[in-house]
């Protein structure tokens, strides 16, 4: 699994970056001072760099010079009106920026778009006891693979990147089905109770009254 490191002082913008992440299924370590996450550039291989411009230690932008050789992609966390800050990461090699506060959707889908363009986007995840691979499309448990249509793949992994939340039938109908929802909510129930079956998670795929589902899953499942 892709293992990312957020380096950012302001530990409830570190956190719900954390949080964001991890339940998408990445690893995340966190660093609070830019020698300390020099430090851990130097023992220990990321995969993409979130990372603050205002750090103590050292700013973001000197810890820059010393990622580049490294090869390792970043995303600048820039404030909200600092386009010089912007301009100046890109400049120095950064991937892209994201800025305070952004949306943990936003966040999602440029961390997945970097490591993706980058080639390094982890092609298998592990999720509440079985293996995705998402290259082949395919799903094992204890090495015998699970045959899902379709649509059954494309909601577990709507669950797997939503991991322990509530997923309203609406938001699930509307990402698998790629149209508005017309209030039936059968279609979704079949296929919710076919993958619950198919998979195991008889246990984990829990039903959230009036809302939808929830896949209820450890956090460090999702390392491999
Ligand atoms: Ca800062």
């Given at each position: 699994?892709?293992?990312?490191?957020?380096?950012?002082?302001?530990?409830?913008?570190?956190?719900?970056i954390a949080?964001?992440?991890?339940?998408?299924?990445?690893?995340?370590?966190?660093?609070?001072?830019?020698?300390?996450?020099?430090?851990?550039?130097?023992?220990?291989?990321?995969?993409?760099?979130?990372?603050?411009?205002?750090?103590?230690?050292?700013?973001?932008?000197?810890?820059?010079?010393?990622?580049?050789?490294?090869?390792?992609?970043?995303?600048?966390?820039?404030?909200?009106?600092?386009?010089?800050?912007?301009?100046?990461?890109?400049?120095?090699?950064?991937?892209?920026?994201?800025?305070?506060?952004?949306?943990?959707s936003e966040?999602?889908?440029?961390?997945?778009?970097?490591?993706?363009?980058?080639?390094?986007?982890?092609?298998?995840?592990?999720?509440?006891?079985?293996?995705?691979?998402?290259?082949?499309?395919?799903?094992?448990?204890?090495?015998?693979?699970?045959?899902?249509?379709?649509?059954?793949?494309?909601?577990?992994?709507?669950?797997?990147?939503n991991r322990?939340?509530?997923?309203?039938?609406?938001?699930?109908?509307?990402?698998?089905?790629?149209?508005?929802?017309?209030?039936?909510?059968?279609?979704?129930?079949?296929?919710?109770?076919?993958?619950?079956?198919?998979?195991?998670?008889?246990?984990?795929?829990?039903?959230?009254?009036?809302?939808?589902?929830?896949?209820?899953?450890?956090?460090?499942?999702?390392?491999?």
């Amino acid at each position: 699994m892709n293992h990312v490191l957020i380096v950012e002082d302001e530990r409830p913008i570190a956190d719900l970056i954390a949080m964001t992440l991890r339940r998408a299924g990445y690893e995340c370590s966190i660093s609070d001072d830019g020698l300390m996450a020099a430090d851990m550039l130097a023992e220990q291989k990321y995969d993409l760099i979130l990372l603050d411009v205002m750090l103590p230690g050292i700013d973001g932008f000197a810890l820059m010079e010393f990622i580049l050789p490294l090869d390792i992609p970043v995303i600048f966390i820039t404030a909200k009106g600092e386009v010089s800050d912007r301009i100046r990461g890109l400049h120095l090699g950064a991937d892209d920026y994201i800025t305070k506060p952004f949306d943990p959707s936003e966040l999602l889908a440029r961390v997945e778009a970097v490591l993706r363009r980058r080639n390094k986007l982890s092609e298998e995840f592990r999720v509440a006891g079985l293996t995705v691979n998402t290259r082949s499309r395919s799903v094992w448990r204890d090495g015998k693979e699970i045959p899902l249509t379709n649509k059954e793949y494309e909601c577990l992994l709507l669950f797997a990147r939503n991991r322990n939340a509530a997923i309203w039938r609406e938001t699930i109908y509307e990402r698998v089905w790629g149209s508005s929802w017309m209030g039936d909510s059968r279609t979704v129930d079949l296929h919710v109770q076919r993958l619950r079956r198919k998979c195991g998670w008889e246990d984990c795929l829990v039903s959230v009254r009036k809302v939808g589902y929830r896949l209820i899953s450890q956090e460090n499942e999702s390392e491999v």
